[in-house]
């Protein structure tokens, strides 16, 4: 499984490569790329920072 920094930084490299491509006029293919690119990378971070808020929430509110 990856970990939280390898996935985010496959999702930027996942948009970064598709937009590169877009960029070369590859615009259909790209396009479609491009927008499932996007969408996992703010779909990643929205669950992290999800993720993050609820793991502070946890431990602000832990009582050992």
């Keep these: 499984m990856l970990s939280k ?3 985010v930084l496959f999702c930027d ?3 970064g490569f598709c937009g590169f491509w877009h ?3 590859v615009h ?3 396009s479609s790329l491009f ?3 996007l969408a996992c990378w ?3 971070r929205l ?3 999800v993720y993050d ?3 502070f929430f946890k431990d602000f509110y832990a009582f050992d």
Excluded: M
Aim: with cysteine; charged share 10%.
């Design 23 to 25: 960029d070369f006029g």
């Design 35 to 37: 927008g499932v690119c």
């Design 28 to 30: 259909i293919l790209a």
């Design 47 to 49: 669950f992290y920072f």
């Design 53 to 55: 808020f609820a793991k």
């Design 13 to 15: 490299f996942c948009a």
């Design 5 to 7: 920094i390898n996935f």
């Design 42 to 44: 703010l779909l990643a």
